[in-house]
């Protein structure tokens, strides 16, 4: 079965640091570096947002919210996914999911529907 797991979630205090990680398991239709893959978050009462996809040719994309402080980027030769969060603020507070376009759906690389597989989140929260 396909899987996405997510870990490196933790409370920490803001100005801090985090490194998320995914790990990809149990795909059939495409090889792992051939998806697009993005961290996708969300706050409490808030719908998921995007905030970071990498494609298959290494383009990065990040919303406006968290350009310069997070990074995305992924070891296909691991099949796993990285987030690494610097500054970190207390609005970054969420649940952080790792998502896979492996059908090859296409579209804008932050928007959800693009997105077929999904993780099951790993929490981060930023303290004052």
């Known amino acids: 079965d396909e899987q996405l797991v997510e870990s490196g979630g933790d409370s920490v205090q803001a100005g801090g640091s985090l490194t998320l990680s995914c790990a990809a398991s149990g795909f059939m239709y495409h090889t792992y570096n051939t998806y697009c893959m993005a961290w996708f978050r969300q706050a409490p009462g808030q719908a998921r947002e995007g905030v970071a996809a990498i494609e298959s040719n290494g383009r990065t994309n990040y919303a406006d919210s968290v350009k310069g402080r997070f990074t995305i980027s992924r070891d296909n030769s691991k099949n796993t996914l990285y987030l690494e969060i610097h500054n970190l603020k207390p609005e970054d507070t969420g649940m952080y999911y790792c998502?896979?376009?492996?059908w090859g759906t296409g579209g804008t690389v932050l928007e959800r529907a693009r997105y077929n597989f999904w993780g099951q989140g790993t929490q981060v929260t930023v303290s004052p």
């Open positions: 998502a896979a376009d492996a």
